[in-house]
């Protein structure tokens, strides 16, 4: 057994990947929503027997190391360090040299600067005024120690010469993002001076980057600042706060979005830690999933000026194609979390309590645009209202606000259920033109798609089932399956294994195997039974007669043709034994 072998045995896929993603026993599966792309309706499988996961939306699949690497996006040498440590596996000596990648240089790099930050802040003179900015703020020291907030000092080159003197080169500091080159190449200078410091994690505690706030009115300074992107550091991708948030998140089944970096720490200060923020831009499908991996609830505060309020209903929108169930948590007196909790925090308790869905907020919204008492104002209301409630995917929660809009515009639920109702007819015509396509497809594939049920059948239900098939006389028309079917034929009675079964495969065959048997087909993965198995094989004898009887029809047009007496005799005998055979079938 190799280490990678080792580190398997170790560690149990279902147990790591709940971890990651939330999952549901389902027979011998365990389901959840794929991280790996948004939907609705789980497809995502985890098997503990094989320690394999695949989803059937995005045909994703592998083994640990496999959801590792794509997950966090790493090289295999990379994944392997994390789960050898994981496992309490010491890895030999040429995976211990080749642990170390650009990006592990990259991330310590962002750490020693954070340490130095850190330190300029709270030890050093000259991080006096920026502690004192925070404290006016109301900010504690526990707080600045929890999220490591620093101070950059307006100085060229205080953080390149530290770093310099820690043994990286410059050219990797330039690559981590903290200095920039002067033109010319007359040196370097540092990316980051007189402002405070928001040290970027990604979610397992890594220093990815950093975000930089100016402590001074300029009209000429952003202010804030963000490390460019980096081999590490993608600011679409990561969600500020999201270690510290992450088992609150999954506490509380619930993920709480703002606007900034300060609103994220006043409201973990104020009890409310399952808080993050988009690092100051618009929020993205990648920054979305990444939440959802810990809740499908979100709910948003943003700020209560306009450029706030479209960037809800952007959120929204994004949250409610990820598949979230989404609300809006309003404020009163106050622009944003942080000034609320700075008044008192349990007014921003208070307002996460009384959160109100998403689609009640972006009505709302339509009155404060416009004018609900004037013609041109209900128009439009009604307008973009019908356009909004046709969007709801569920009949229960349209006709919920289906009353709720004809309730505001002072019409009856019946003008705004017609117009609603024509609006989904367009996006019908389109659906069901797509099923009838799907539909013919799957005709066309109707035997294909039994014999992978067949076979799905047998390998979940192991020893139960080798004594239905083995005199069985099934015949596939995909060799692939007809290869595993008759490996399986050759199983000993009473003691399949499904592991010891893939070690017999040919290497190529097993990936097929393992899709199969982690795919489910609909119903009660819990309640298969030996009946649905021979319902399957019913249904495969039928085709199978089905097929004979049509090239039979065929010997027999020749032989009809060539006047052959004797063999056109022979073959009505055996046309009508087939015939009888495939009518007593589908009388059964």
């Not at 991996?293 to 948003?300: A, E, K, N």
């Not at 009604?382 to 909004?388: A, S």
């Amino acid at each position: 057994m190799d280490q990678v072998d080792e580190i398997k045995s170790k560690l149990d896929i279902v147990e790591f990947v709940s971890s990651y993603v939330t999952l549901k026993k389902s027979g011998h599966n365990h389901k959840g929503l794929c991280p790996f792309h948004a939907e609705k309706t789980p497809s995502f499988m985890v098997n503990g027997e094989r320690q394999i996961w695949h989803c059937f939306g995005c045909a994703e699949g592998g083994d640990i190391f496999g959801f590792l690497m794509k997950y966090e996006n790493l090289e295999f040498v990379e994944a392997l360090r994390i789960l050898a440590e994981k496992a309490g596996v010491t890895l030999q000596q040429e995976y211990r040299e080749a642990g170390k990648s650009k990006k592990d240089i990259l991330t310590a790099i962002n750490h020693s600067a954070s340490e130095l930050y850190h330190y300029l802040l709270l030890s050093n003179d000259v991080g006096k005024n920026a502690l004192e900015y925070l404290k006016r703020r109301k900010i504690t020291d526990d707080s600045i120690k929890k999220f490591k907030l620093g101070y950059a000092p307006r100085s060229w080159d205080t953080v390149g010469k530290f770093l310099a003197k820690k043994g990286y080169s410059l050219s990797d500091i330039e690559a981590a993002g903290m200095i920039i080159s002067k033109s010319g190449g007359r040196g370097y200078y540092d990316r980051f001076r007189g402002r405070l410091m928001f040290p970027v994690f990604s979610h397992l505690g890594l220093t990815l980057g950093f975000s930089g706030r100016i402590l001074t009115e300029s009209k000429t300074e952003p202010k804030y600042m963000n490390t460019p992107e980096t081999m590490i550091y993608n600011k679409g991708q990561i969600v500020f706060g999201l270690h510290l948030a992450k088992e609150a998140i999954k506490k509380e089944n619930e993920a709480i979005l703002v606007e900034g970096n300060l609103d994220v720490v006043s409201s973990h200060q104020a009890g409310v830690s399952n808080t993050v923020a988009p690092l100051g831009s618009a929020l993205t499908m990648e920054q979305i999933r990444a939440l959802r991996r810990y809740s499908d609830q979100l709910s948003l505060s943003f700020d209560t000026d306009k450029a706030g309020q479209e960037a809800a209903k952007r959120a929204i929108d994004i949250a409610e194609k990820a598949g979230m169930s989404t609300k809006v948590i309003l404020i009163e007196g106050a622009k944003d979390p942080d000034e609320l909790v700075r008044k008192d925090p349990l007014l921003w308790k208070e307002a996460v309590k009384k959160g109100i869905p998403s689609y009640e907020f972006l009505l709302d919204s339509l009155f404060s645009k416009y004018d609900g008492d004037s013609a041109y104002g209900k128009k439009k209301i009604g307008e973009e209202g019908i356009i909004l409630l046709a969007s709801i995917e569920s009949a229960l929660t349209r006709a919920q606000y289906i009353k709720k809009l004809a309730e505001k515009l002072k019409l009856t639920e019946e003008v705004i259920a017609t117009a609603v109702n024509k609006s989904l007819i367009g996006k019908l015509s389109t659906t069901t033109i797509n099923e009838v396509m799907k539909q013919a497809e799957s005709d066309s594939q109707r035997r294909k798609m039994l014999e992978l049920y067949l076979l799905s059948l047998v390998l979940k239900l192991g020893s139960l089932a080798l004594d239905k098939i083995g005199p069985s006389e099934v015949e596939f028309h995909d060799l692939v399956s007809q290869e595993v079917y008759d490996a399986l034929k050759k199983e000993k009675k009473g003691q399949f294994d499904i592991r010891a079964f893939c070690d017999k495969l040919k290497p190529e065959v097993v990936p097929f195997v393992d899709e199969l048997y982690l795919r489910e087909w609909g119903g009660d993965e819990d309640e298969l039974k030996v009946a649905d198995l021979e319902m399957a094989l019913k249904e495969m004898e039928k085709l199978q007669l089905k097929d004979e009887i049509e090239l039979l029809s065929g010997r027999i047009a020749v032989a009809e043709k060539s006047g052959q007496e004797t063999i056109l005799g022979e073959l009505g005998k055996e046309f009508t034994l087939l015939s009888q055979r495939l009518a007593n079938l589908q009388t059964e």
